[in-house]
């Protein structure tokens, strides 16, 4: 029996698709427990591969015969050599080529809607960092808002849709993920924004991002609005586009609200954070779809894969929009907060431009899950 | 500085899971006690030995990390955990703080190098018929290891070279909670 070897955009489609599939991930029992490959309807069965040197018979009463098996590591080394092992035993199963290390930087884009004249807004779901990315598309030009730092997927989505990349925005200075966006400015000519309060320390050239900076796409009427909203990061900056979406970065999620440590100021920007989502907030419209830049956990993926929901809808459901008491709010954002992201002090580092480590080192840096919420 | 190790394993370039196949064979190899020197380059492996060794029963003693070589260092244990008690003079590890005396710690210098009290003196056990004589036999010696064990065996090593004032440490540096001094 031979394995089956799976990409990212296989195990992307079983995730989406809300399928079955049960995941043998063979990392050691601390990487498993920090990260795995969530899936609605996934069940999991973590055993090291160490543990299977001497062979799989031990386990083969706990894989099922009755869906589809999938073998996964770190890197694919090891959970190819286990798949093999199973095969030999006459289980069917398949093996994640690259690993966690491939999920981790896997993109799939997916349509959150039309905009006014023909316009549309697509959310890049990065499913295994948890990471997500906009590209508005209007007549022939594009912007693109909180790009991760794989490049060539935005600029060949762009060639495919035929756009021209004009503007590049970043909603804050990251600290979970490296950004792309200024490397897609570089490359296409765009302009590339950043908020000035975020970018202090940065050692490259940008546009300032402010309250009320707003830029056209196409010749019509879509317009990408920013709207000063601080409390994750002091520069953090949201996006009203075509008065419909609401992209509100690292501020507010689905499920939960934006750190306000990751930076060392939890203390100074608790009360921004709380003005934003508490006051700024409330003056909009409760029609606008909020688009934020992280999920944190599955369920916050509607059926069809996009994170997006209805801002009144989270004014409701949100716990954090829904802490009325001061003290308390504050206690809640800069108490018991989860550990911080992976290497989050370098990654803001390298999104200053401070260090410009080589592809397999940022790759190290990003492993792991973002972490950028409380809840 | 270079670490000592009675083996040495060269796993570099090597991806995962072949490290710790190859760590695994080499291990099989050495008698209990001895220690095992792994250079690999795949970042994971690290705490993948430490997690494998722990799940075979071997002591993970510790990684150095020079120029992007990994260097692990693993002791194989059988029973290493099972105190044997023979030599009659011991003295509590929470006792020595303070004394006047030598702290003798007889673990293997890799061990050592990881993790010991701050002017304990190393002379592995191996080495100690040899090593006798930087020893004073005027001093009062407290012996430690990892468990109680080895030091066992090197109280009554010394008491049997006419070494009088010495005590084996119980129980050994597995239950030291104080500050660590590393020489790595």
Same mark, same amino acid.
């Given at each position: 029996m031979s394995v089956q070897q799976w990409s990212a955009a296989d195990v992307a489609k079983k995730v989406i698709n809300n399928d079955d599939l049960f995941i043998l991930d063979v990392r050691n029992n601390d990487a498993f427990e920090d990260w795995k490959i969530e899936g609605h309807k996934f069940e999991y069965l973590n055993i090291p591969y160490f543990e299977l040197l001497d062979g799989v018979e031990e386990i083969l009463p706990k894989i099922p015969t009755d869906k589809d098996v999938l073998v996964v590591c770190a890197k694919e080394g090891s959970s190819l050599m286990v798949a093999e092992m199973l095969a030999d035993a006459g289980r069917p199963v398949g093996y994640l080529a690259g690993g966690m290390k491939t999920w981790s930087e896997y993109l799939e884009p997916i349509k959150v809607g039309d905009l006014t004249g023909g316009g549309e807004l697509y959310q890049f779901v990065r499913l295994g960092k948890g990471c997500l990315s906009y590209m508005v598309i209007s007549e022939g030009e594009a912007a693109i808002i909180?790009?991760?730092?794989?490049t060539e997927i935005f600029t060949k989505f762009a060639e495919e849709k035929n756009v021209e990349i004009k503007h590049v925005f970043d909603t804050h200075l990251h600290a979970d993920h490296i950004s792309g966006g200024r490397h897609i400015a570089a490359e296409t000519g765009a302009i590339y924004y950043l908020p000035p309060k975020d970018a202090e320390e940065v050692v490259f050239d940008y546009t300032s991002l402010v309250d009320g900076t707003a830029v056209q796409i196409g010749a019509s009427k879509i317009d990408v609005g920013a709207l000063y909203s601080?409390?994750?990061?002091?520069g953090s900056t949201s996006f009203v586009v075509?008065?419909?979406?609401? %992209?509100t970065g690292d501020i507010l999620f689905i499920d939960s609200i934006g750190r306000?440590? %990751?930076?060392? %100021?939890a203390e100074d920007w608790v009360g921004d954070l709380r003005e934003t989502l508490y006051e700024r907030y409330r003056? %909009?419209?409760?029609?606008l779809i909020v688009l934020p830049?992280?999920?944190?956990?599955?369920?916050?993926?509607?059926?069809?894969g996009t994170v997006a929901k209805r801002l009144g809808e989270l004014f409701a459901e949100n716990h954090g929009l829904n802490i009325e008491d001061e003290a308390k709010f504050r206690s809640i954002v800069t108490h018991n907060l989860p550990p911080q992201p992976n290497a989050y002090q370098e990654i803001r580092q390298v999104n200053m431009g401070k260090i410009t480590p080589a592809q397999e080192e940022q790759t190290e840096m990003e492993i792991g899950p973002n972490r950028c919420a409380v809840r | 500085m270079s670490i000592k190790a009675d083996f040495q394993l060269d796993a570099k370039g090597l991806a995962c899971p072949m490290p710790i196949v190859k760590t695994k064979k080499a291990m099989a190899e050495l008698v209990d006690g001895q220690v095992l020197e792994v250079a690999a380059?795949?970042?994971?492996s690290k705490a993948d030995i430490a997690a494998w060794a722990e799940t075979v029963g071997h002591q993970y003693i510790g990684t150095t990390e020079e120029d992007a070589v990994l260097k692990h260092y693993i002791r194989k244990c059988a029973d290493d955990t099972v105190v044997e008690k023979t030599f009659e003079q011991t003295i509590d590890l929470?006792?020595?703080?303070?004394?006047?005396g030598l702290i003798l710690d007889v673990r293997e210098e890799a061990e050592f190098a990881f993790g010991h009290i701050e002017g304990a003196k190393s002379i592995p056990m191996g080495e100690l018929p040899t090593r006798m004589?930087?020893?004073?036999?005027a001093q009062e010696i407290y012996v430690i290891c990892r468990t109680g064990k080895r030091s066992d065996l090197a109280a009554q090593k010394l008491a049997a070279n006419g070494f009088t004032k010495v005590f084996n440490i119980l129980?050994?540096?597995?239950a030291w909670t104080d500050e660590l001094k590393k020489s790595i």
């Open positions: 909180d790009a991760v730092r794989f601080p409390g994750h990061t002091i075509d008065s419909k979406y609401l %992209l306000p440590d %990751l930076a060392g %100021l003056e %909009l419209s409760e029609d830049a992280h999920f944190m956990i599955i369920d916050e993926l509607n059926e069809d | 380059t795949d970042k994971g929470g006792e020595i703080v303070g004394r006047d004589a930087e020893l004073d036999k129980p050994g540096m597995t």
